[in-house]
C-alpha cells in the first residue's frame, strides 16, 4: 500500500517561489506515474504536471508551465513540485497522487489510485 505526505505548503508572496514534497512510503515512486494536482473550493481537482514511469513530463496547466517543475528523488523517495513567480490564483490545496497501474501519466485525478491529504497554499501580500 503506498501512502503519500504531502509538505511545504504556507503563506508565500506574490512573485515569491516554494517547493513542494510529497513523500511516500509502501512503495516506490519510480515504478509508476506520479503527478501534481490542486484544488480550489467549489472547483474539480486540476491536473497541473506529471511524471510518467519513464520520466518523462507532461505539463496540463498552461498557467503553470514554464514556472514549474517536477522532480523525483529516489534516494528519499520522494516527489517535489517547484513554482515560481507565484500569483494570487495559484491558491489551493496541492496534492499529490500516484497511479497504481499503467506507465503514461493522465491529467484525469480519476485515473489516480493514491492521494495524499494535501498542503495549503496561499499567496497573499
Known amino acids: 500500500q503506498l501512502h503519500l505526505v504531502e509538505s511545504g505548503g504556507g503563506l508565500v508572496q506574490p512573485g515569491g517561489s516554494l517547493r513542494l514534497s510529497c513523500a511516500a512510503s509502501g512503495v516506490m515512486l519510480n515504478s509508476r506515474p506520479v503527478g501534481w494536482f490542486r484544488q480550489v473550493p467549489g472547483k474539480e481537482r486540476e491536473g497541473l504536471l506529471c511524471l510518467s514511469y519513464w520520466g518523462s513530463i507532461t505539463y496540463y496547466t498552461d498557467s503553470v508551465e514554464g514556472r514549474s517543475t517536477i522532480s523525483r528523488d529516489n534516494a528519499k523517495n520522494t516527489l517535489y513540485l517547484n513554482l515560481n513567480s507565484l500569483k494570487p490564483e495559484d491558491t489551493a490545496v496541492y496534492y499529490c497522487?500516484?497511479?497504481?497501474?499503467?506507465?503514461?501519466?493522465?491529467?484525469?485525478?480519476?485515473?489516480?489510485?493514491?492521494w495524499g491529504r494535501g498542503t495549503q497554499v496561499t499567496v497573499s501580500s
Open positions: 497522487a500516484a497511479r497504481e497501474t499503467g506507465y503514461s501519466c493522465s491529467n484525469s485525478a480519476a485515473a489516480y489510485n493514491y
